[in-house]
């Protein structure tokens, strides 16, 4: 029997992990670490944050990362890609932990929000899954800027930029949370009356941040983040938009 830790670190600043936290890794048998193609520095994240922590030897076990199809039905892609994650997971527990035990994996932001790592473990059998929640990108936003999220008594909606690109600002949305954009989907939007508040790599050495009115902080943005990610190889942004009080 597996039982798996889902731990929420934050953005990736050892500071951001919850007491909680620190206690289940210290309390693992394993500790799964992902590999990317082009973004060793995550790798890297998660063994300074294990080396932070950690009171205790917990072996530390690195897995390739599968890549997702680029082409074709997203749905589909997506599903696949999943299986194989899950395969890869299992791989290295097998290998690593053959008699069962603790394995903990470290998630980006929190487990519950735009996240798949819970669908994936659903795919893996006798395994018993406890997450640990941790701070999301949109808490570090907002406390990067020092702004409420929500607007006085107001609603707050939270979607992706593939979901923006396709169907443009939702109905009845007063504050729009945008994750997972890649293509900086902001701009398929009339900027006129709208504001935006932006980060990547919130609350790690190389944060960075822009805000303004839509039409003059957008361009730069963009730039900003192709300059970021051709430096780095990698970035996680997310952004906050709100039209302007009539």
């Known amino acids: 029997m597996i039982a798996l830790q889902l731990i ?62 680029g082409e074709g039905d997203y749905v589909a892609a997506v599903h696949d890609w999943h299986d194989a994650i899950a395969a890869a997971w299992r791989a290295a527990i097998d290998a690593h932990l053959p008699g069962g035990g603790t394995v903990a994996l470290l998630v980006w932001g929190d487990p519950s929000l735009y996240d798949s790592t819970l669908r994936i473990a659903a795919r893996l059998p006798d395994t018993v899954v406890r997450v640990v929640p941790g701070i999301t990108s949109i808490q570090a936003l907002t406390a990067a800027h020092a702004i409420p999220l929500n607007p006085l008594a107001g609603s707050v909606t939270i979607t992706t930029g593939r979901r923006l690109r396709a169907a443009g600002w939702p109905r009845g949305a007063e504050v729009l949370v945008v994750m997972l954009d890649g293509c900086c989907g902001f701009q398929s939007l009339d900027p006129a009356g709208m504001s935006i ?26 730039e900003t983040r192709t300059a970021l990610r051709a430096r780095h190889g990698w970035i996680m942004d997310v952004y906050l938009l709100r039209k302007d009080q009539g």
């Open 8 to 69: 929420g670190i934050g953005t990736g600043n050892p500071d951001h992990l919850t007491g909680e936290a620190i206690r289940a890794l210290n309390q693992a048998d394993l500790v799964l670490l992902p590999r990317k193609d082009n973004a060793a520095d995550l790798a890297d994240l998660r063994r300074t944050i294990c080396a932070a922590v950690l009171t205790r030897p917990v072996p530390l076990a690195e897995f390739d990362m599968p890549v997702r199809a």
């Open 197 to 222: 508040w932006w980060g990547a790599y919130l609350g790690m050495p190389h944060q960075a941040l822009d805000a303004g009115p839509l039409a003059e902080a957008g361009p730069r943005i963009v």
